[in-house]
T-cell receptor, first 111, second 112 residues
Framework: KAGVTQTPRYLIKTRGQQVTLSCSPI?????VSWYQQTPGQGLQFLFE???????NKGNFPGRFSGRQFSNSRSEMNVSTLELGDSALYLC??????????FGSGTQLSVL | DAKTTQPNSMESNEEEPVHLPCNHS???????IHWYRQLPSQGPEYVIH???SNVNNRMASLAIAEDRKSSTLILHRATLRDAAVYYC?????????????FGKGTMLLVSP
């Protein structure tokens, strides 16, 4: 069974731009959640989607948004990028909320 | 979410057992104790979880104190591949959400 796939693996953007990250969950998993990891703040929860609906949200500004498609694939978008948005963005999928399976992440650098 | 306290780092030698402690004195009756680890350049990986009884799987064992205010993740024979940051996380059993609240974790260093 294929694991959680995140694309792209690396991304470089400049301040003010926007970016879209993609996540394909494990087949059969309907829950997809997103996390931001930085050296200073560690791993922080962004939001979670289940059956195309956002059912939980972390404490991030509205510039961070996401969506989930009918095939459970998910995208997250960050608009008006700031230097502080440089981070590893991780996606996780889950079948029954018991265990989360993480992808390898997208490393975003904002210049 | 109830908080956990873990040592910042621990060291071990290869092929020796490792005991990673976690304190969670404010744990509630419905909180499950989960452990994840993150190897370098990878996303976190599920290790084990439990509620009250000790648990074993192919990766590790989880020993839970009788009062549930602390737990210990046990790696029976550490290998170099076990060098990672280990996170102890409490999850509400009935939350209905797939959400994890990560702390700083314990960085495990394994020497040959």
């Amino acid at each position: 069974k294929a694991g959680v796939t995140q694309t792209p693996r690396y991304l470089i953007k400049t301040r003010g731009q926007q970016v879209t990250l993609s996540c394909s969950p494990i087949s059969g998993h309907r829950s997809v959640s997103w996390y931001q990891q930085t050296p200073g703040q560690g791993l922080q929860f962004l939001f979670e989607y289940f059956s195309e609906t956002q059912r939980n949200k972390g404490n991030f500004p509205g510039r961070f948004s996401g969506r989930q498609f009918s095939n459970s694939r998910s995208e997250m978008n960050v608009s008006t990028l700031e230097l502080g948005d440089s981070a590893l963005y991780l996606c996780a999928s889950s079948f029954n909320n018991e265990k989360l399976f993480f992808g390898s992440g997208t490393q975003l650098s904002v210049l | 979410d109830a908080k956990t306290t873990q040592p910042n780092s621990m060291e071990s030698n290869e092929e020796e057992p490792v005991h990673l402690p976690c304190n969670h004195s404010t744990i509630s009756g419905t909180d499950y104790i989960h452990w994840y680890r993150q190897l370098p350049s990878q996303g976190p990986e599920y290790v084990i979880h439990g509620l009250t009884s000790n648990v074993n799987n192919r990766m590790a064992s989880l020993a839970i104190a009788e009062d549930r205010k602390s737990s210990t993740l046990i790696l029976h024979r550490a290998t170099l591949r076990d060098a990672a940051v280990y996170y102890c996380i409490l999850r509400e059993g009935n939350s209905g959400y797939s959400t994890l609240t990560f702390g700083k974790g314990t960085m495990l260093l394994v020497s040959p």
